[in-house]
């Protein structure tokens, strides 16, 4: 028994990681794939480089990303709880930024030690 699934994904040599509009609707459609509920979402896209960071706040937890577009890196957080399926997010995230690459790490957040 564990409270959620929190997935560390590093996209690498990426596209779109400087379009913010691009980035907000494609995380909305991960969270949406996965079965998650989008309450706000949350994005600022920074000068020179125009790297992007921003959230979604789900009913389930987030998803939260930073980009680099001068490197092609992006850094995603996962976390979700419930009956949400956060893997399904994996799909979404290679189709929306046409990775090359990608790191992945679960998480099992709330195990209680011991247990």
């Known amino acids: 028994v564990y409270a959620g699934t929190h997935l560390i994904v590093d996209l690498w040599d990426a596209r779109h990681l400087d379009d913010p509009e691009h980035i907000e609707s494609s995380l909305i459609l991960a969270a949406q794939e996965a079965g998650a509920t989008v309450l ?3 994005f600022h896209i920074f000068t020179p480089n125009n790297g992007v960071s921003g959230v979604i706040v789900l009913s389930e937890s987030h998803i939260s990303i930073h980009t680099w577009p001068e490197r092609g890196f992006a850094a995603v957080d996962v976390f979700m709880c ?8 994996i799909n979404a995230l290679k189709r929306a930024f046409e990775p090359e690459r990608i790191g992945l790490q679960e998480i099992k957040r709330g195990l209680q030690p011991g247990r």
């Open 40 to 42: 706000s979402s949350d």
């Open 82 to 89: 419930g009956a949400a399926e956060p893997m399904k997010t």
